[in-house]
């Protein structure tokens, strides 16, 4: 079975084509700069055959017929007919209440899914977009909507709830819901793979460290807690958000700078994090540059975004009673062995010990603890998108089977 995976944002596609079979992306790509006349495709084989396309790409409806082209060409495709991709699976980043797992798309999910514009507003409508844009060029091909939120639903209330009057959460859902499920998800069950252990027995902290970051604590195969809340703003400091902080600060700021609400959410969400103490930039990557050559405000974006993954291991650590294993994903998690060094140094009281060797070493998927440490600690590669290409084969065949 071809599971066509696609997650719309405001201004890109991203896509894999996935052969459930084998595991493997026939072709993978993106359209960057949607809605300029300016669009970029960019397709690659699993061949590593590459190609490149421009062109006036303004709505979703076109990137996907770019795509489809792409994936169909006689020179750079993967298929021959559009019969060809079985499904497809639609990354939807806001399930709310309404989603508790990956479903079928009807006319009743859209309302759902629309029904959460008004809490993921940067999210939700580009993620429908793309929903409407296969319905047109797809007909007849199922579509399946695989939630962000969704992994995190059994979070019990003590942990979801925040400290604000309950009519808050009666009248408008105001609550903790957690990201990057798909990948907390994915990582864990390797990691039970690989510690050839029921994920029924064991507790888990997986850390997703890209350009947003979340850590989630999962104890036997489901979160019970995790540091994005409401929106993907809280927690963990990320490229450039701030994550956790004294909501009174916004507020003191708003009326020190005259700020209105969609500067203080630009602030929050595009100029804070590591771009915004290190002032150097959102990348991991520059800021450990400078920081080897001396700049102290890029180190301290680096001791501040360690520090604070330190403590939530700290936290979920008691919140579960203990920890069998850590798991580092995503761009700096899998990465950067300063990140990983930063994070578990000082942690051999919780049975935490990195070997030094291995966490330099360049392997993708490896574990990093010492013969001593009590706990595992794995890196591993995150494939958000297989996890999203195997629940729609899921929903796929429970909906054959009826
Ligand atoms: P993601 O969102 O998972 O694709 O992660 C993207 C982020 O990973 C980038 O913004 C970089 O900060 C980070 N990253 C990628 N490679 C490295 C590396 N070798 N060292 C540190 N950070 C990295």
């Known amino acids: 079975m071809n599971i066509l995976v ?18 493997l992306a026939l072709a993978r790509g993106s359209v960057e700069r949607v809605g300029t006349s300016g669009a970029i495709l960019t397709n690659v084989r699993s061949d590593g055959d590459e190609i490149k396309v421009t062109g006036d790409i303004l709505e979703h409806t076109t990137a996907i017929e770019y795509i489809l082209a792409v994936l169909l060409s006689k020179n750079h495709g993967v298929i021959t007919n559009k019969n060809e991709i079985h499904a497809v699976g639609h990354r939807v980043v806001h399930g709310g209440e309404t989603f508790t797992g990956s479903v079928l798309i009807t006319d ?10 008004d809490i993921a507003p940067l999210h939700n409508p580009h993620n429908l977009r793309g929903i409407h844009a296969c319905q047109t060029h797809l007909t007849n091909i199922p579509q399946v909507a695989v939630f962000d939120t969704a992994f995190h639903h059994e979070i019990p209330p003590h942990a979801y709830l925040y400290g604000i009057p309950y009519s808050l959460y009666s009248q408008y859902k105001i609550r903790r ?47 019970v807690d995790t540091s994005m809340g409401f929106t993907p703003l809280e927690g963990l400091l990320m490229g450039t958000r701030s994550g956790d902080m004294d909501p009174s600060v916004i507020l003191y700021v708003m009326s020190k700078e005259g700020l209105n609400y969609a500067e203080a959410n630009t602030l929050l969400n595009k100029h804070s994090g590591l771009q915004g103490i290190s002032g150097v930039s959102n990348d991991m990557r520059e800021v450990i540059a400078e920081m080897n050559d001396g700049n102290k405000r890029a180190k301290l974006a680096f001791d501040v975004f360690c520090y604070r993954i330190k ?19 995503g761009g700096i998690g899998e990465n950067s062995p300063d990140v990983r060094k930063g994070v578990i140094d000082n942690l051999q009281f919780l049975g935490m010990e990195i070997d030094k060797t291995v966490n330099a ?38 909906i054959k089977k009826k």
């Open 361 to 398: 070493n360049k392997d993708k998927e490896k574990a990093i603890h010492t013969n001593k440490s009590e706990v595992s600690i794995f890196v591993i590669p995150t494939n958000e998108e297989l996890m999203i290409a195997l629940q729609t084969k899921e929903v796929v065949k429970s």
């Open 6 to 23: 696609l997650n719309c944002g405001s201004s890109s596609v991203k896509y894999q084509l996935i052969n459930e079979d084998t595991k």
């Open 177 to 223: 819901y957690g990201f990057h499920g798909t990948s907390h998800e994915y990582v864990a069950h390797r990691a039970a793979e690989l510690l050839r252990k029921d994920i029924k027995k064991l507790k888990l902290i997986t850390a997703h460290l890209g350009n947003g970051c979340s850590i989630t604590a999962i104890d036997k195969g489901i979160s």
């Open 108 to 117: 009743e999910v859209i309302k759902g899914i629309r029904d959460n514009f």
């Open 311 to 329: 403590k939530y291991i700290g936290s979920y650590a008691a919140a579960m009673g203990g920890v069998d294993a850590v798991i580092f994903t």
